[in-house]
């Protein structure tokens, strides 16, 4: 990731490791039940405020779940990967 990152593509990172999160992030973004609650400059969040930042929003949608889940149902699909693969770590992994 970090030659990738040196030639200048970009990279998206999902992960609940938040020490991996902020060691190659230039921009962390939180998501909740599919809404954005934070996104920010790496150099702007620190791991406090990324953990406030999780914990507040699952109190922010804290009985929202029924109607949320039927809203992501209907939703359309706003992206896809397909054979996504990093050899020999996983292949043709989808998304």
């Known amino acids: ?33 599919g809404a954005k609650v934070l996104s920010a400059p790496r ?13 507040r929003a699952r109190a922010d949608h804290e009985g929202r779940g029924a109607r949320l889940m039927s809203t992501l149902r209907a939703a359309r699909r706003c ?7 990093s050899l020999p770590h996983f292949g043709r992994c989808e998304l």
């Open 79 to 85: 992206w896809r990967v397909e054979d996504l693969t």
């Open 1 to 33: 990731m970090g030659s990738l990152r040196a030639d200048g593509y970009t990279l998206g990172f999902i992960s609940h490791r938040l020490d991996e999160v902020l060691a190659i992030s230039d921009r962390v973004t939180v998501l909740r039940d």
């Open 43 to 55: 150099s702007e969040i620190d791991r406090a405020g990324l953990v406030k930042a999780m914990v």
